[in-house]
């Protein structure tokens, strides 16, 4: 099973400012992809953006930007204009070649008005 | 598009009882369906992979004859907890994978159990 780390339990941001939440994971693959969602107080997931291994380029939804550190097996997602509706839990996950995802623990972000 | 179902949204039953929980791909046909267990504030633990006129594959752990899983078609799996017991009650969640496109997943909006 694959690995995927999330070391920041909670993380705390200003309305409008910026956060980043660190994830790494363990692979041995050299293609796959990884995903970040979020998870609202409604306990829906939502798919906030991913990213294909294949490609350098780090991709980037609106506000929300990720930093894909291939070698290093880093993927942050970080969150620009904050808003109150961004407070969620989110997980970053690794898609395996059974379709199967791995979740991290999760990280907890509370937004500031 | 892309929408899934899950139905009950919550359910309590008693200990002892059995409990179905359904999970539909509304506009789309899913050959792969997972089942998911999620604590409060924990994160999501793949239970099993249900695929479409087979048998469904139970990770490390899990009960196959506690979770009964079918998926009798491209829209449709289901989730049997058996005999329930509380330390069964949990949130359950269900993804579906698209026939077309193997790297996503669409989630449904899930199932809390209540086992009193």
């Known amino acids: 099973a694959q690995t995927v780390t999330q070391s920041q339990p909670e993380m705390s941001v200003q309305e409008a400012e910026t956060v980043t939440l660190s994830c790494t994971y363990d692979?041995?693959?050299?293609?796959?992809?990884l995903f970040w969602y979020k998870q609202p107080p409604s306990r829906q997931m939502i798919l906030v953006i991913r990213?294909?291994?294949?490609?350098?380029q780090n991709a980037t939804e609106n506000r929300f930007s990720v930093n894909f550190q291939k070698a290093a097996k880093s993927f942050s997602l970080k969150i620009s204009d904050s808003q109150l509706g961004d407070a969620a839990m989110y997980f970053c996950a690794y898609i395996d070649g059974d379709y199967k995802l791995s979740f991290g623990a999760g990280t907890t972000v509370t937004v500031r008005a | 598009g892309a929408v899934v179902s899950q139905h009950p949204s919550r359910v309590i039953c008693k200990s002892g009882t059995s409990v179905k929980i359904e999970c539909r791909s509304l506009d789309f046909q899913a050959t792969t369906m997972f089942w998911y267990r999620q604590f409060p504030k924990k994160s999501l633990m793949l239970m099993a992979t249900s695929n479409e006129g087979s048998k469904a594959t139970y990770e490390q752990g899990v009960e196959k004859d506690k979770f009964l899983i079918n998926h009798a078609s491209l829209t449709l799996s289901t989730l049997t907890v058996t005999s329930a017991h509380p330390e069964d009650s949990s949130f359950y969640i269900c993804s579906a994978r698209p026939s077309q496109r193997g790297d996503e997943q669409y989630f449904g909006p899930g199932t809390r159990l209540t086992v009193t």
């Open positions: 692979t041995s693959e050299s293609d796959y992809y």
């Open positions: 990213q294909e291994a294949y490609k350098q």
